[in-house]
């Protein structure tokens, strides 16, 4: 295989992440409402918001400190270092050999602690009860994360992502309770993800198109994740030709507008998701499907 091939298909999914992140956001957002029998906001709005915040120069707190200027363009980095590590329509991406679990799940968790120290640096009330929820709710919901990975890779034998779902393509799914059981747990933090409030509450302008990217960013990188651990079907594999690239994008696309449609469905249908019921459900979840891969593993 040539050595430029996996740095092509490194910058083509880049590319594709920066486009979709606020794309994803908006059809959420649009199939929601569109559920729910409103009128929905064109799926483009997101990207016309970033447009319109680019223009503008920020206001910038006079309290705050040189973190709260450094934070927007920290956060929008680590969201977009964390997002080259999930493959979305091939393996074999340049920065497959650092794509373990461990480091994905750090640089998410990271970059959503740059943010929290970033709105209570501050000091509004408002900001304050912000950081709360959300430090409240990235508790549970890396915690669960983490658990899940790690149950899955005990499972299948490395904590990799590529070697993950090289493993779930190639066995047909055939990779016990416990590998199934953490999947769900996966699915279902990502769905109460959703509630989670904007960090965007210190930041104006350029500085609040960088936050707003970052966290589209981030719930792209953990949709992706999700959809494609539970069906990898179509992903191209390593030294695969253009042909099998394009029939990769098409699943990526479809993975993730079911993705999206299930989400929406589900908080139409039940409300939205309550995190503080939904995140420690997950964490037990990701708890008994980490007893089960340890289970799995001690000798007969």
């Given amino acids: ?81 964390a997002a080259q590590l999930v493959p979305s329509f091939t393996l074999g991406m340049a920065m497959a050999p650092m794509a373990d679990t461990l480091t994905l799940v750090s640089l998410l968790g990271l970059g959503r602690v740059v943010l929290i120290l970033a709105v209570m640096d501050t000091g509004s009330g408002d900001g304050g009860v912000i950081a709360m929820r ?19 890779s005990l499972v299948l034998g490395g904590g ?70 539970i069906c990898p079907a179509g992903i191209a594999p390593p030294e695969a030709d253009m042909l099998s690239w394009i029939i990769g994008l098409a699943a990526w696309s479809v993975r993730l507008m079911v993705g999206a449609l299930v989400v929406a469905g589900i908080g139409v249908l039940a409300g939205p998701p309550r995190p503080r019921l939904v995140l420690p459900m997950a964490v037990l979840l990701a708890g008994l499907a980490l007893v089960l891969a340890l289970s799995s593993m001690a000798p007969a």
């Fill in 160 to 229: 990799n992502l590529d070697f993950l779902l090289d493993s779930l393509r190639e066995s047909g799914w055939s990779v016990g309770v416990g590998a199934e059981l953490a999947i769900a747990t996966l699915a279902l933090a990502v769905w109460a993800e959703t509630a989670a409030v904007p960090l965007d509450h210190a930041f104006s302008a350029r500085d609040l198109a960088a936050v707003r990217l970052a966290e589209d960013i981030g719930r792209l990188t953990r949709l992706t994740l999700a959809t494609v651990l």
């Fill in 1 to 81: 295989m040539s050595i430029v091939t996996p740095w092509i298909a490194q910058i083509v999914h880049a590319a594709l992440l920066l486009l979709a992140a606020p794309v994803m956001a908006g059809l959420m957002v649009f199939l929601r409402e569109r559920l729910a029998g409103r009128d929905g906001s064109p799926i483009l709005q997101p990207w016309r918001d970033l447009r319109r915040l680019l223009r503008k120069e920020p206001v910038l707190d006079e309290h705050g400190s040189i973190f709260l200027r450094a934070a927007p363009a920290l956060s929008l980095t680590l969201a977009f270092v």
């Fill in 134 to 152: 959300t430090t409240n709710l990235a508790v549970f919901a890396d915690s669960a994360f983490l658990l899940a990975l790690l149950g899955l």
